[in-house]
């Protein structure tokens, strides 16, 4: 199994930019797919973003498309949410994740999780 490590979240004005790590552990990083979900107070666990395994196709939910980017680097065993323009709805706490499938939105669909990294944006 891959532990995940998640890292990058904080307090940001509306408009200002983050950018979340996501960095794991054991030689099989590579193999995986990967994810970034969030969740707020009070909701359910959203998905943000994936990534192929071998960086060559993303996906993301409607409302963060042109303002996130996913990227990894398998040589650092890490993935990355670059998180610009960020709006108060995207505050949240973050989570990165892995899969074996591509395509799917469901958190029921990724494996190993990391600990979530609090994003608050202000108005």
């Known amino acids: 199994q891959v532990q995940l490590v998640v890292s990058g979240g904080g307090l940001v004005q509306a408009g200002g930019s983050l950018r979340l790590s996501c960095a794991a552990s054991?030689?099989?990083?590579?193999?995986?797919?990967m994810g970034w979900f969030r969740q707020a107070p009070g909701k359910e666990r959203e998905f943000v973003a994936a990534?192929?395994?071998?960086?060559?196709?993303?996906y993301y939910r409607d409302s963060v498309k042109g303002r996130f980017t996913i990227s990894r680097d398998n040589a650092k065993n890490t993935v990355y949410l670059q998180m610009n323009s960020l709006k108060p709805e995207d505050t949240a706490d973050y989570y990165c994740?892995?899969?074996?499938?591509?395509?799917?939105?469901?958190?029921?669909?990724?494996?190993?999780w990391g600990q979530g990294t609090q994003v608050t944006v202000s108005s």
């Open positions: 994740a892995t899969t074996r499938g591509f395509g799917s939105r469901s958190p029921e669909d990724f494996g190993s």
């Open positions: 054991g030689r099989t990083f590579s193999e995986y797919n």
């Open positions: 990534i192929s395994w071998s960086g060559d196709y993303t």
